[in-house]
């Protein structure tokens, strides 16, 4: 939480006032906290954080799908978390790829820029995922339709994306790489 002195400082600067005790106070410190780190993130780390995101919707993709079709096929665990890592890899291509076309690049530039951009990306979220998949109990043999399956995937993922955010957030500091999608 910020202080109230600085936040005073914050508000008199734009030109506003923030509520005075009570409810609304709190009510006013929990949105401005919201506000602060939507607005005040510096340019590099907002990119960053759209960029894991990217790859967070592909290997949430493809974790799904590389369960669902192998538990359903009734392959190892092993083989549906491969199968899963794969799925992933192409999804996370995938979306920046056409992202990349969208923004008037050739194909050949948005397939460089998918490799170039995602793959440190995909790797450490896949890493983080999976081990934790592997760890939790019972997660590798809970099904689709089980709670334990979701709950797990939602942990391990959003655990993937708290640490894979600054890790490309220092791939693009130091190649100089802006947001590509």
């Known amino acids: 939480m910020r202080s109230a002195a600085r936040e005073t400082k914050i508000f008199q600067k734009q030109n506003l006032h923030p509520p005075q005790g009570g409810r609304a106070r709190k009510q006013h410190l929990e949105s401005s906290e919201v506000f602060c780190y939507t607005v005040c993130m510096d ?10 995101l990217h790859c967070l919707t592909g290997c949430g993709i493809g974790e799904v799908l590389g369960s669902a079709v192998g538990a359903q096929a009734g392959w190892p665990n092993a083989w549906q978390t491969v199968l899963a890592v794969v799925l992933a890899f192409a999804f996370g291509y995938g979306l920046t790829f ?6 008037g690049q050739t194909p050949r530039e ?7 951009t995602d793959t440190i ?15 939790i109990p019972g997660a ?36 100089g790489a802006h947001h590509m999608h």
């Not at 340019?43 to 894991?52: G, I, L, N, S, Y």
């Not at 056409?98 to 923004?103: L, S, V, W, Y």
Request: net charge positive.
């Open 140 to 175: 590798m043999n809970a099904r689709v339709e089980h709670w334990l399956f979701w709950w797990s995937l939602a942990l391990s993922l959003t655990i993937a994306f708290l640490v894979t955010v600054p890790v490309n957030r220092y791939v693009m500091a130091r190649s």
């Open 98 to 103: 056409r992202g990349a076309r969208k923004m």
């Open 121 to 135: 990306s995909i790797i450490s979220m896949e890493i983080i995922d999976n081990t934790l998949e592997w760890l």
């Open 43 to 52: 340019e590099m780390t907002r990119h960053a954080v759209q960029h894991t």
């Open 110 to 116: 948005a397939m460089n820029a998918a490799l170039t």
